[in-house]
């Protein structure tokens, strides 16, 4: 609607009609100055009528009929003839919709993009294509930005195998430039359009490197802090799984119970699941040779396809019983001492063990408990969950994880695994020592330390210490200054989110229209 302000405007009629609110309104009779020359005229050279869309209210979309003069330019030195006149905060030149929705229709592009923003504005009242919100999104003038002291560069995937770069500026935390393509020559032009960069954050790729030198060789470059433990986790994890066969000597050692003298195996036991496993192998297999085919075998046997496909492909029928991982915990594992204790008490209702645990805090069904006991009721003993070893990850997280944050299981688990594997240990104390330095960002040790690295007779180590070397001036500031590429992860993530919502099918302008104004308008509606 007209705002009350615009005294500029007389509305002379107001009806709705099919649902929309119209406005029929004139300019007043004021002197309008010239865009050109600023000379006010009043001198009247023709009128005519625009319409405006405005912002709905009540539910209905809003019509202007807006009847403008057009006027002569008396000025002496002024070479427009007539001109328009325009009405501040209703009319821009050109323009068929008020800069209020204008506005709206720009921000829901920005915020939702071409098919999201369409359907906002559907909602809104001011129906508008997605190819037209994606076209009034790229006309948006981006905000000027000047060179910043301290850049951050980084890289993030477009697609498939092709990367982009991102530039940031780590004092404002806001992005600069985006651009397809990871390449030096692409960054050192950019820093000689823009000289003036002080200080530049990024990971530890030799094309950044590269372009950096090339483009601005006065910048102290920063190799960051987080990817430079995130290498040596890398090839921490890369020694763990070298060392698979030591992990096994983590776990404590338990005196195996001895099994009943009248005890059977209990995979020779028969049960009614291993009688039902056979049953069906065999009938499957008695189709051998008849050129059925699995759909033909799965109908007439009245099976699910996927059934009988898995006993065709297995060679015995013992494949096909199901078994329990042998190393999953359950929530009846705390219990089970107390069920052998009942058992041998005299207590063989599953029913009131079930509900005896129930009262001590067990949740599980009375069905887990009746599985549980099945083995004694043959003489055999009850199962006991048995301790896994850890898996290379979880020892390559326990290795860099500072010790006072892991618990006594991990400490202990480590403390065995070190006795047996020396190799393990030397890693261990190489990572708190680096751990150390960025901690007090005291890089006084980093050559001794390679040096370790290099002693160590692990690979993985050795490679990283050479790899540290070619780079060690931009290590030595990203260990002992205050400058990281935080920053540039969190806009990447950022940038991650704004392809989701368009559903990857960005292209590179609208993807860097979107991702630059998105980070501005959140400054101005935080």
Known sequence: ????????????????????VHVAARTCELRVACPDCGHRSARVHSRYSRTLADVAVGGCPVLISL????????????????????VEGLTVRYQR?????????????????????????????APLSRTSVLFHLMRIRLPSSSTPRVLGVDDFALYADVYGTLLVDADTRLPIELWSGRDAEQLAAWLRTHPGVEVACRDGSLTYRQGLTD????????????????GLSKRVSDIAAAHRGCLPSAIPESEPAAPPPSAVSYEAADTPARRHAKRLFEAVHEYNGTARSISAIARELGLNRRTVAKYARAGSWQECVRRTPPGRSTSL?????YLRQR???GEHTATVLHQEIAAKGYLGHYQRVKMAIAPLRRGLPIDTPRERPPSPRQVARWITTTPSRRGLH?????????????ELARTHDLVRQFAAMLDARNAAPLPDWLD???????????????????????????????????????????LKLQKRIMAGRAGVPLLRQRVILMAHLRRHYP
């Not at 919709?97 to 921000?107: A, G």
Request: net charge neutral.
């Open 410 to 422: 991990a400490t202990e688990t480590l403390r065995r695994l070190f006795a047996h594997c020396p």
């Open 333 to 337: 594992d705390p219990y089970l001492e």
């Open 1 to 20: 609607m007209v705002s009350p302000h615009l005294k500029a405007v007389r509305v002379e009629r107001l009806w709705a009609e099919a649902g929309t």
């Open 97 to 125: 919709r008020s800069p209020l929705l204008q506005h709206l229709v720009e921000m829901a592009g920005v915020l939702l993009a071409g098919r999201g923003g369409a359907r906002l504005l559907h909602i809104l009242k």
């Open 452 to 494: 370790h690295l290099t002693d160590s007779r692990l690979p993985p180590l050795a490679g990283l210490a050479n790899a540290i070397r070619e780079d060690q001036h931009a290590v030595v500031q990203g260990i002992t200054t205050p400058y990281n590429s935080g920053v540039n992860e969190g806009r990447i993530t950022d």
């Open 215 to 230: 483009g601005a060789p006065g910048a102290v470059q920063v190799s960051d802090r987080f990817h430079l433990w995130q």
């Open 343 to 345: 058992w041998e008490e």
């Open 67 to 86: 009847v403008v003069r057009r006027l002569f330019c008396d000025g002496a030195v002024c070479g427009r003839r007539t001109f328009a006149e325009q």
